[in-house]
């Protein structure tokens, strides 16, 4: 939670919007909700946030590579949203414009979950 007079910088675990256009192929578009991996100290001095974005596409119910954290919030508060794990990238996230996203932070437990699922993609941690 930023207080008044405080200057807004993403966070590891931050829900954020942010726009991800342009893109190519099957990467995601538009604004979405994007979950922030890296952490505050490295978004503040580059510019950049590396993370993973967020969708309620009901298809990713049966993606293996999506991680369910619960239902999103808004106009699509009906809807489970879903971390699209095999999709990491990095934004510059002041020139894109990124603001605070209204789900805030993400659940510990499910950011553990993330975590685990984008591992078993790119093993960084054995």
């Known amino acids: 939670m930023v ?3 405080e200057l807004w910088l993403p966070h590891r675990r931050d829900i954020i919007w ?5 893109q190519v192929g099957q990467e995601i ?3 979405h909700p994007f979950l922030v991996l890296s952490p505050r100290i490295f978004n503040d ?16 119910a049966d993606n293996p590579f999506a991680v369910a954290v619960g239902k999103a919030s808004g106009r699509k508060a009906d809807k489970t949203s879903y ?3 095999h999709q990491p990238k990095s934004f510059d ?21 993330v975590c685990e699922r984008l591992n078993q993609i790119i093993q960084l941690a054995q």
């Open 3 to 5: 207080k008044k007079g």
């Open 45 to 60: 001095k580059t510019s950049l946030v590396i993370g993973l974005p967020m969708t309620t596409a009901e298809y990713n």
């Open 18 to 22: 942010i726009d991800c256009n342009p």
């Open 83 to 85: 971390v699209l794990c």
């Open 29 to 31: 578009r538009d604004i």
């Open 93 to 113: 996230w002041r020139l894109r414009g990124a603001k605070p996203h209204p789900s805030g932070v993400l659940n510990n437990a499910f950011f553990v979950q």
